[in-house]
């Protein structure tokens, strides 16, 4: 099984709403990760979780808060949102530490921001 | 700093001839992985290919094949028969220490009859 499940495929939420992205892996990956990708872009990197910790946080605002209840569900709440975080939310994860083999994503949410 | 650089933006194949998309990537920790994405116009993030920084071998995979050549910190990675289904955003990426998992710009194949 190599498949990461991301929920949902499609979001529309307004400026005011609280919304989740949910993401999980039953590949024993104990590294997560969230990208933000714009249309014709390449992923961004956001957040990584190494063994359920936040291990790197690259500047991305406080209205994304990322959580990781257990090793394999990754969460990120959403709120405030502006229009400009509409994009696509990639989900992936991997072997955590060196030589990694394998990385896998997950289909992504579309997030519209409205 | 940019690690990962994708030099050609768009690259254009006829099918069943091969093609090489070019990756060069700097790093200086000594242990890192590359690997290869296809992402076709529905946005899911498709697994090619994997190539560790201590592997003495091109890793192959099928019609892909990932030339490395580490002195020239460059990981091109080499379509042989192109298919129509082919066609999409291609990634190069490169894992460090630590999970530092990062994108380069991408490639955009377009495979034609």
């Known amino acids: 099984d190599t498949e990461v499940t991301q929920t949902p495929k499609h979001l529309v939420m307004g400026m005011t709403n609280k919304k989740s992205l949910k993401c999980e892996q039953h590949?024993?990956?104990?590294?997560m990760y969230w990208y933000k990708q714009k249309a014709k872009k390449p992923p961004e990197l956001m957040f990584v979780?190494?063994?359920?910790?936040?291990?790197i946080n690259e500047s991305v605002p406080s209205r994304f808060s990322p959580e990781c209840p257990n090793s394999s569900l990754l969460n990120l709440h959403l709120h405030a949102l502006q229009p400009e975080d509409s994009a696509l939310y990639l989900c992936?994860?991997?072997?955590?530490?060196?030589?990694?083999?394998?990385?896998?994503f997950g289909q992504g949410t579309r997030l519209t921001v409205v | 700093a940019q690690k990962i650089t994708q030099t050609q933006p768009g690259m254009f194949v006829q099918e069943k001839e091969a093609v090489t998309l070019d990756c060069t990537y700097d790093?200086?920790?000594?242990?890192?992985?590359l690997f290869w994405y296809k992402q076709p116009s529905s946005g899911e993030m498709i697994f090619l290919i994997y190539?560790?920084?201590?592997?003495?071998q091109n890793a192959t995979e099928g019609r892909y094949s990932l030339n490395f050549q580490k002195a020239r910190k460059s990981a091109n990675l080499v379509i042989s028969a192109s298919q129509l289904g082919d066609s999409a955003m291609y990634f190069c990426?490169?894992?460090?220490?630590?999970?530092?998992?990062?994108f380069g710009t991408g490639t955009s194949l377009t495979v034609i009859p």
């Open positions: 979780y190494s063994y359920e910790k936040l291990s």
């Open positions: 190539q560790g920084s201590y592997d003495q």
């Open positions: 990426a490169m894992i460090l220490t630590g999970n530092q998992f990062y």
């Open positions: 790093t200086s920790d000594p242990s890192y992985g």
């Open positions: 590949m024993g990956h104990r590294a």
């Open positions: 992936a994860s991997s072997q955590a530490g060196q030589g990694n083999a394998e990385a896998f």
